[in-house]
């Protein structure tokens, strides 16, 4: 899909479809009734004020009523679309809404489609929101389906319209929305990989060659390095799958750096999640092809760095391994020793997220990272919490913690501090070696970010627990089921806004 930012009026737009933003409570005298949906009510002798009077139409979230052949339009089409409240509309709104419009059309076999935005919300937060929603509602998750009509409904183009822009603010907040979402949509595409396909070697080929493409360094652990290293944590969870390990290490170096600041993201990145020896129920499990969707946020948000060109340093690390159940798997009750140096009981072989994590958060600190932020599916407990709407996150630096979520709040990914206080630590008891690698029955997403934290000495650390948030179960008006990319948004603006 072809993106474009047009600065002209309505009448001037001849796409296929054009798309207005209608408010809730704007009648047909109402002064909320936005400029440009007045010029659209205008050139269509009064439709809109019709819809709103007849009471097909109340501008509520999602609404729509579609027009076809607007006398005094170009366009061969005109929907409205509810914005809900012009008085608490936001830029997450925004997005959602260019979403739901884009979707909409293109299951009516729209090509070319444009939406227009009033002055009223063409600042660098809206234009930005605007576009991200369109690429996001755009992408599909059955790519492998080899239905014929499928190719039928792809959207050619779209543009975004807004008739009195400024120039290169406008321009620039538009290419920021198109390169952070393409950067999301290629985050949920690796997730969306089934684990035959995206093997951790395969997930290392995309990181190179994407690394390749966008002028990052790329480095590559193979298991044989990570043995002589001494990570002993990664290496006991690949040990299970007769596919090899990877730790992919990527750099971001800025062109001059002040701050001193070097920011590392770490994700975690299990291609499948059998569960291993302490295997999984089988209902459901198809689903743990996910449980490498903080690397890909992590691997996104690396897209994202490389042509937002932050001015401080940023390393990736992504362990990647696939937990599986053989004759070579560890079993419970093994002590493994990772690169840190400390044991750990391995009570639970389904607890393997944080055993790479932990060796990665070790790496992370020897190649100088002065800030971590790790993501990862790491609990079921998250998804107990908090349900679907917030990621999990965890913090031994409140400061940080704000940072963080002062950047998902920018950019509409919702996130919720959790607690991570010292007691919690009497969960983490072994009698046979330095930590278990579970806790007891209670609070499982924070015995785990105790677990991790273990690990990341005293660095400003946020983990970021996305198990209940990587994955829409069912779709929603502006974004498909399946992968919803959700990190890559934040950690680029992490690094972007320092
Ligand atoms: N990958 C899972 C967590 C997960 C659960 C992700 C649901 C997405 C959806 C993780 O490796 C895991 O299995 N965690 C266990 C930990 C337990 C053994 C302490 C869990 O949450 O059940
Ligand atoms: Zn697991
Ligand atoms: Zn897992």
């Known amino acids: 899909m072809q993106t474009r ?20 409570k704007a009648d047909a005298q109402a002064p909320l009734m936005p400029e440009l949906v007045r010029t659209a009510n205008e050139r269509t002798n009064g439709w809109i004020a019709e819809i709103y009077q007849t009471g097909e139409f109340a501008g509520k979230p999602f609404e729509m009523a579609l ?21 608490k509309f936001t830029a997450a709104d925004l997005r ?42 755009d992408f599909e998750p059955d790519q492998r389906k080899t239905d014929p009509k499928k190719t039928e409904k792809a959207v050619d183009t779209f543009s975004l319209v807004i008739p009195n822009a400024n120039g290169s603010v406008t321009e620039s907040a538009f290419n920021r929305g198109v390169l952070l979402a393409e950067s999301q949509n290629f985050a949920r595409a690796l997730v969306n990989e089934p684990a035959n396909v995206l093997t951790p070697s395969q997930l290392a080929e995309s990181a190179r060659a994407m690394a390749a493409e966008q002028g990052l360094e790329c480095e590559i652990l193979d298991r044989a390095r990570m043995a002589e290293l001494g990570m002993g944590a990664l290496l006991a969870v690949a040990q299970g799958s007769t596919q090899p390990p990877a730790l992919i290490i990527l750099r971001y170096r800025p062109s001059r750096d002040t701050s001193g600041v070097h920011l590392g993201l770490v994700g975690k990145g299990v291609t499948f999640d059998s569960g291993g020896i302490s295997i999984k129920p089988s209902e459901g499990m198809e689903k743990m ?59 639970n072989t389904d607890a393997e997220g944080r055993l790479i994590l932990a060796d990665a958060i070790t790496y992370a600190s020897r190649l100088g990272c002065t800030h971590l932020v790790d993501a990862a599916t790491l609990t079921g407990a998250i998804v107990v919490a908090l349900g679907h709407i917030h990621v999990g996150a965890f913090t031994n630096d409140e400061a940080f913690l704000e940072r963080v979520l002062g950047a998902a709040r920018m950019e509409g990914e919702k996130m919720w501090p959790m607690p991570l206080d010292d007691d919690y630590k009497d969960y983490l008891k072994s009698a046979f070696a330095d930590i278990p690698n579970v806790g007891g029955r209670w609070g499982g997403a924070i015995t785990a970010a105790m677990f991790l934290k273990e690990f990341v000495e005293d660095k400003p650390w946020v983990h970021l627990d996305i198990a209940g948030t990587a994955w829409l179960d069912d779709a929603k008006p502006f974004m498909s089921k399946g992968p919803s990319g959700v990190g890559v948004r934040t950690l680029a603006q992490l690094a972007a806004s320092w």
Do not use: W
């Not at 691997?299 to 362990?319: D, F, H, W």
């Not at 696939?322 to 140096?341: A, F, H, K, Y």
């Open 5 to 24: 930012l047009l600065t002209r009026n309505i009448d001037e737009v001849d796409a296929e479809s054009l798309v207005v933003l209608c408010f809730e």
């Open 67 to 87: 027009l076809h052949r607007p006398a005094g339009l170009p366009a061969k089409r005109l929907l409205a679309i509810g914005c809900g409240s012009q008085e």
């Open 96 to 137: 959602k809404i260019t979403g739901a419009a884009l979707r909409s059309l293109k299951a009516r076999a729209s090509r070319d489609i444009c939406i227009a935005l009033d002055s009223a919300f063409a600042s660098p937060e809206f234009v930005s929101a605007a576009v991200e929603g369109a690429i996001l509602g």
């Open 289 to 347: 092809k996910y449980d490498m969707a903080g690397a890909a946020a992590v691997l996104g948000a690396m897209r994202a760095i490389a042509q937002l060109k932050p001015s401080i340093q940023v390393t990736a690390l992504v362990p990647t391994v696939e937990n599986m159940v053989s004759g070579s798997s560890q079993r419970p009750g093994d002590i493994i020793t990772s690169l840190s140096g400390k044991t750990i009981e391995v009570l």
